[in-house]
């Protein structure tokens, strides 16, 4: 089954989501609007756009709907690291790490976590 492609925008309506489990839509507006610098309508549209693109469900309580995720939140990040390292590193983690470690971007601790992950990794196989 091929990911569901949502856009940075709506992207940022489903962190919100994720995090609460379940939510309204004035729920939503509250959590993202402002921070977004967006006007009510704009919340509202995201959510319609991910109604009709089956990433969230609606389910009409009373005069509104209560919104929740159908889109897993692992799913998305998965696709969503496959096609940057796909895109951008030749479906390659490593010259990811490197591209990083040439910037000094990466910490001691973030040197020290990378080589226990490989150490863990190497051990189980």
């Known amino acids: 089954m091929s990911p569901i492609q949502i856009s940075e925008a709506e992207s940022a309506v489903m ?34 756009r991910l109604l009709g693109k089956g990433a969230i469900s609606a389910e009409k309580e009373g ?4 919104y ?17 390292v796909d895109r951008l590193f030749g479906g390659r983690i490593a010259p990811l790490v490197a591209h990083f470690g040439e910037r000094g971007e990466l910490s001691r601790d973030d040197i020290a976590e990378l080589r226990r992950l490989i150490e863990d990794l190497d051990d189980g196989r």
């Open 15 to 48: 962190l919100a989501l994720w995090e609460a489990g379940e939510a309204t839509a004035d729920d939503l507006i509250a959590r993202v609007a402002a921070a977004n610098d967006w006007a009510e309508p704009t919340v509202r549209t995201l959510l319609n």
């Open 63 to 66: 005069r509104r709907y209560r």
């Open 68 to 84: 929740r995720p159908v889109l897993q939140r692992e799913d998305w990040v998965q696709a969503q690291s496959r096609g940057i």
